[in-house]
């Protein structure tokens, strides 16, 4: 029987290992369960490191993605990457979720926490859809949002892998709902990518609001508008800020935790740190 507790004031669970056991030997199908009800998951205690992470990982996983621009940290294992580079705070998004190519969970593991800050921050998109005001609903349920996005010719050769052509681009793109893309002349590849801000869990099929609008939306290189080009006002972003403000759950890292994230209902982000020796780790990958 797998020890389990919540967080305070939140639907994540804690694994605890009390039995000195290999993450590697808990019950696959429980798990499943506890994730799939929970949607975050903590693995404390037992000191997974990123070979494990992504040993556990494969039992739950059909696909590895790579992440386009962060760090890898072993030759031998090309999906396991650094977070984020830098040391600022995160604002709130899921992973990949301004394109179509969003995968289902993000691993992280905890080499070694910050010694100040730089905790993983979540939000459950399905309690921030309910306690949005019903103005504030109506406008992301009539209106659809846009991102943009320009990838040069290096960062989809790493998507796609070593090798990639134009063609390779086409075959991925093509036919993708909501995605229009443009070849530059240099190779690189702008896209524009309509989708719902409110979405739909991969296991209750409940409303979340679950996007990465806030972070695109913060990023002086991202640009979100809604799908008609407009832009999406600034009275809105702050109402939707204070709502999460208030929902905000806090992963504070221990050396060796495992942290398993629903994408499709969860937003994570980070506060900031000054500690350089912080090591977290991530892996994206879409269930069985
Ligand atoms: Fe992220």
């Keep these: 029987m797998v020890e389990t507790d919540t967080l305070l004031m939140s639907s994540a669970k804690i694994i605890y290992n009390n039995t000195s056991e290999s993450i590697l030997q808990l019950p696959i199908q429980e798990t499943l369960n506890y994730f799939k009800s ?147 002349e240099d190779q690189s590849i702008s896209i524009e990518y309509i989708c719902s801000a409110v979405v739909k869990t991969k296991y209750a099929n409940q409303d979340a609001f679950a996007n990465s609008l806030i972070a695109e939306y913060k990023n002086p290189r991202g640009v979100v508008t809604f799908a008609d080009g407009s832009p999406i006002p600034a009275t809105a972003i702050n109402q939707i800020q204070h709502v999460m403000n208030n929902l905000t759950e806090v992963i504070n890292w221990q050396s060796g935790d495992l942290v398993m994230i629903d994408n499709s209902r969860f937003l994570h982000g980070r506060r900031s740190f000054t500690d350089r020796n912080r090591r977290i780790y991530s892996l994206l990958s879409y269930m069985k």
């Excluded at 650094?82 to 040391?87: A, K, S, T, Y």
């Design 38 to 184: 929970s949607g975050v998951l903590l693995f404390r205690g037992f000191g997974v490191d990123y070979e494990r992470m992504k040993t556990f990982a494969e039992n739950f996983s059909s696909k590895f993605v790579l992440d386009k621009d962060r760090p890898i940290v072993d030759p031998h294992n090309k999906y396991v990457t650094l977070v984020d580079p830098g040391m600022h705070y995160v604002s709130p998004h899921c992973e990949n979720a301004n394109s179509p190519f969003r995968p289902d969970v993000i691993w992280f593991c905890c080499g070694v926490p910050a010694a100040q800050g730089g905790e993983t921050l979540f939000w459950d998109g399905v309690k921030v859809w309910q306690e949005m005001s019903v103005e504030l609903k109506k406008l992301f349920i009539a209106q659809k949002i846009k991102f943009y996005q320009k990838f040069p010719a290096a960062d989809w050769k790493r998507f796609l892998g070593i090798g990639a052509t134009l063609a390779d681009v086409q075959r991925t793109l093509n036919g993708i709902p909501g995605l229009s893309y443009k070849i530059n």
